[in-house]
């Protein structure tokens, strides 16, 4: 039984929705962040970034920055660019990209789903991730980037929201992207009702994207739990800000990869090699963008080369049967000898919303061998979180991404001033066992 709850949100005033609406922050790194705040001073940005707020010699993991961040969000609160939902409710939130609409219901899920299993991954995480997150959520004392849940689809739901988008919608923009985003607010208690009661059906949700946010806001309502050990089963801290979608709605996105160098290997030789696995067809003069599993575009020494999975190589496993495990196990690895694609620096990933013209240019800048992957199913990321499987890392891009800053989740504003003191009596020892150090 999945718990989908609805929740009390702190939104935009519709008047600031668009300015306010963010990219995730992981999108940008430092110079990119305080670039878009400086041109949009009230994105969500600012926030989620708060390092922006100070020069670039500061350390942007200190105490002060994270304070920096609730202080700043507080005070938009109080100029009216935020307003407070008192009530308990769904929201739906819609975005269309080149005319696909997909349409996710905005609640809180339960931390119990996610510890229990209820809340299926298919990503591991990497605790020094997590740690800004987990410090930006415990100060901030509320979290502002939904988690991207997806579930199989639900006729009644299906029928509920569309019949709640029949009502105006209380924002309605377009961001810089071309990426239109629509929200409207549940206002029916019957459906509200519903609502919950068809979640409740579900064996299972699945994180699609956001596993370390995820895991950073599980990881501080356990510490909640620690804390208040009297605080009810239903208290705010126990349940994290999602965004829940259908899965026969989403996009996956290929996640393609560029390597460093050859491996001591020249270009005949690295065909060759190919050739033992693929069908290779070129040199060919327009860029491969693979139309079917088990195709593969290779970019090596400004030339492309169709690559198609000769029949025996996949093996009979839902995630070694992935066309990145079978690329990363049978040529990455042993070839150009990238053993672990998580720490290995010869090794980028290029999201599929770039296209194939960056892989090119990558190509021409620092990287010598670029490969354009046919996208992962979205059957094919349920089965192996069914499973209880992991997939490689790198191995979905799902565009459009959720705006962060459209739905906050307040979790204990209690108990904001104990988690300043925490945060700057502990800082100096969680900086130095991950290995932080100024930027």
């Not at 718990?3 to 600031?16: M, N, Q, Y």
């Not at 800004?132 to 929201?161: C, N, T, W």
């Not at 108990?415 to 290995?435: I, M, N």
Request: glycine content about 6%.
């Amino acid at each position: 039984m999945a718990v989908v709850r609805p929740f009390s949100c702190v939104r935009p005033a519709a008047e600031h929705a668009a300015e306010i609406a963010a990219l995730p922050y992981d999108v940008y790194n430092r110079e990119e962040a305080k670039r878009e705040v400086k041109s949009h001073p009230l994105s969500f940005l600012a926030i989620d970034r708060p390092e922006t707020g100070f020069p670039d010699t500061a350390d942007m993991y200190a105490p002060e920055v994270y304070a920096h961040a609730k202080d700043l969000f507080e005070q938009w609160v109080k100029d009216g660019n935020y307003v407070e939902d008192p009530n308990e409710t769904y929201y739906l939130y819609e975005l269309t990209m080149n005319d696909h609409p997909q349409t996710g219901i905005v609640a809180c899920s339960s931390v119990d789903d996610y510890v229990n299993g209820v809340i299926k991954k298919h990503e591991n995480t990497r605790e020094e991730k997590e740690l800004d997150r987990i410090r930006h959520i415990d100060v901030m004392d509320a979290q502002s980037g939904p988690i991207f849940l997806a579930y199989r689809p639900v006729k009644r739901l299906k029928e509920l929201v569309a019949l709640a988008k029949e009502e105006n919608p209380l924002y309605n923009f377009i961001s810089e992207d071309g990426i239109r985003h629509r929200v409207w607010k549940i206002g029916s208690g019957d459906m509200i009702k519903e609502i919950r009661e068809e979640f409740e059906k579900l064996p299972a949700t699945y994180i699609a994207d956001g596993h370390h946010r995820a895991a950073s806001a599980v990881k501080v309502a356990l510490k909640r739990r620690a804390e208040h050990p009297d605080a009810p089963k239903d208290a705010p801290f126990n349940y994290f800000l999602s965004v829940l979608f259908s899965e026969d709605e989403l996009t996956i996105l290929p996640y393609n990869r560029v390597v460093w160098d050859l491996n001591g290997h020249s270009e005949e030789e690295l065909l060759k090699e190919a050739s033992k696995l693929f069908e290779v067809s070129g040199p060919l003069k327009e860029a491969v963008e693979p139309k079917e599993r088990g195709e593969v575009g290779m970019y090596l020494g400004g030339t492309w080369y169709d690559l198609k999975l000769k029949a025996g190589i996949r093996p009979d496993d839902p995630v070694k049967g992935l066309d990145v495990s079978v690329l990363q196990e049978k040529f990455l690895a042993p070839v150009l000898g990238i053993g672990d694609p998580r720490t290995d620096k010869r090794i980028d990933f290029v999201g599929g919303i770039r296209g194939v013209k960056e892989l090119e240019r990558r190509c021409e800048a620092d990287m010598k061998i670029a490969f354009s992957m046919y996208p992962t199913s979205m059957e094919e990321l349920l089965s192996v979180a069914d499973a209880g499987l992991l997939m490689p890392p790198k191995s979905t891009w799902f565009e459009p991404k959720l705006r962060s800053g459209i739905f906050i989740h307040r979790l204990q504003p209690e108990v904001w001033a104990s988690r300043q003191d925490f945060w700057r009596s502990k800082w100096d020892c969680s900086r130095g066992a991950a290995g932080i150090t100024e930027t």
